[in-house]
Nanobody
């Protein structure tokens, strides 16, 4: 059974940083591309970043490019998202999931809430 557990969210002021983590289990993590998606209040899911199975290829949505960095540690079965220069419009529930950039369908964890506010 695929299990994904996101953590690291919280309340941060505009311009601040957070690092999200996603602990994966129930599948061979190193075989899968992974992505981060988010859902802001009243809006649909948005794929914001993805990383190849070997960690060598990454892709970002224009909304986060240059501010967010996706990475993974296949030895620890963990996916990360470093978020810098956060903006109020980054406020959302963040989820990790299997898949390439743009793939919104699939198992997600419970998510971690990120709130950017002064």
């Amino acid at each position: 059974e695929v299990q994904l557990v996101e953590s690291g969210g919280g309340l941060v002021q505009p311009g601040g940083s957070l690092r999200l983590s996603c602990a994966a289990s129930g599948f061979i993590f190193s075989n899968y591309a992974m992505n981060w998606v988010r859902q802001a209040p009243g809006k649909g899911l948005e794929c914001i970043s993805a990383i190849g199975s070997d960690g060598l290829t990454t892709r970002y949505a224009d909304s986060v490019k240059g501010r967010f960095t996706i990475s993974r540690d296949n030895a620890k079965n963990t996916l990360y998202l470093q978020m810098n220069r956060l903006k109020p419009e980054d406020t959302a529930m963040y989820y990790c999931k299997q898949g390439a950039f743009g793939q919104l369908v699939g198992v997600r964890g419970q998510g971690t809430q990120v709130t950017v506010s002064s």
